[in-house]
């Protein structure tokens, strides 16, 4: 797994995000939407294949990450797809998706060569997306702890 450049990704991602944008994730999806001049839609209550957590599809003129609407960590799982647009993975190639239980008439071959399901499988893909992923989600938690200190102390002393 290539850990030098997920956390370049990562760092990228701070370096494109302006102003609010690196202090929540939404933020986040939008800095890389601008960036790579697509719209990016999210989808948290998606209705997925059996077994897919998250997935990430390449339309013709945006993008569209979702979500499964049976996940809990939600937060992670869109990190985890926003990884695979920001380290430029791609798709899994038809015939795969074609074992799977797509209906085949609701989508395009065009739109099925671009769609990347995620599921627990192991691939190196798949273990990059999820380093990016969590570590992208510890930073924007770091960000935003840093937000205000004093605040903080005060939380942290009333809360003993
Ligand atoms: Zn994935």
Known sequence: MAEKTVARAVERMFRIAVGDEARSLDGMAKALSRERGRPLIVLHDAKLPPGV?????R???HDEVSCAAWVHARDRTIAHELGHIALG???????DLATDFL???AHDLATLMLRRDCTDTYS?????????GSLLLRRLQDTRGSGNP???SRLDEALG
Do not use: L, N
């Not at 957590?53 to 599809?57: A, I, L, S, Y």
């Not at 190196?124 to 990016?132: G, L």
């Open 124 to 132: 190196v893909e798949e273990a990059d997306a999820e380093a990016f």
């Open 59 to 61: 339309r013709p003129d």
């Open 53 to 57: 957590f998250g997935q990430w599809v």
């Open 150 to 152: 004093a605040i903080r």
């Open 103 to 105: 209906p085949a008439s």
């Open 89 to 95: 993975h791609f798709g899994r190639p038809a015939i």
